[in-house]
Every structure is written in C-alpha cells, then in structure tokens.
C-alpha cells in the first residue's frame, strides 16, 4: 500500500495520516518519536526491506513508545509486534514451487498466468497487545488466522 492509497483510506474514515520514514536505526527512532510528539493513536508499517530487516527494532519501539502498530507480513507479529494483516508468502512460496515444476515439465513461462496472493492472514500477538494495555475485542480474535499467546 502506498501513502496515497493509506491516505485515501484514512480520509474515508475521517482519520487523520502522518506519513513518516526511515531508512536507518536512528530513523526509526526518530520516526516513532515523531509519531509520540503528533500524538498518533496507531502505526501502520508499509512493506520495505529495510523494515523488514529491522522488525525487531520496530516492534521494540512500538512497545516502548506505547504505539499499537499493523505489519504487512506474519514475520511482524512472531518478533513481537502486534497485528499483522496480509499476504501468506509461505503459500506464494509453494505456488511459486507449483510453477517451477510445471516449467520444468515443459510448459513455457509466457503460458502461465499470473497469480496474486490469495491467503490473506491476520495475526495478533496477545502477549503485546496485554503489554500495551489492549482488550483485543473476542470478535476480531475469532476472525483471526493465528493469535501468539
């Protein structure tokens, strides 16, 4: 998601967007320090490389901040952040496995269509939603794929 689609999707909903970024440890910081001094009420984290590779960082922050923050990837959530909501790559990753043997069977690549993800998963981590003092509603856990206790 881009800032411009996350824009439209908060304008919709009459919430207020702050778009911050980092491309280092102490772009981070500062990035969730700003977001304390803006006095946001919750962090929404794009898919980045970079993020990615520093998610235990992000969520560390998110807890010491107090921040409730949504990832893009399950990988988030296992490292300690709260919610994720998005694409299962473990099941790209078998799909990706599935087009490779038919490559290797003989079937030309121009020939097979191209596939989006189709398993979008929510994951909550209910250790750090008690961390930062949230009552996960019982409805949104019973709509998730996988919660971490």
């Not at 919610?83 to 299962?88: D, R, T, V």
């Not at 003092?133 to 949104?140: C, E, F, H, S, T």
Request: charged share 20%; net charge neutral; hydrophobic share 50%.
């Amino acid at each position: 998601m881009d800032a411009a689609d996350l824009r439209a999707a908060a304008d919709a909903l009459g919430k207020r967007t702050v778009v911050l970024k980092a491309n280092s440890d102490s772009e981070i910081e500062a990035a969730f320090i700003a977001a304390s001094e803006h006095k946001l009420g919750a962090l929404f984290v794009n898919i980045d490389p970079f993020l990615f590779s520093h998610r235990e960082l992000l969520a560390l922050m998110a807890a010491r901040y107090r921040l409730p923050t949504i990832y893009p990837l399950r990988d988030f959530v296992s490292a300690g952040g709260l919610m994720s909501y998005g694409a299962n790559f473990a099941n790209a990753w078998h799909q990706s496995g599935i087009y490779a043997g038919k490559i290797l069977r003989g079937t030309k690549p121009a020939d097979l269509p191209v596939l989006q993800p189709t398993k979008i998963e929510l994951v909550i981590n209910l250790n750090t939603a008690k961390a930062l003092g949230i009552d996960v509603p019982a409805k949104l856990l019973a709509r998730a794929d996988e919660v971490i206790e």
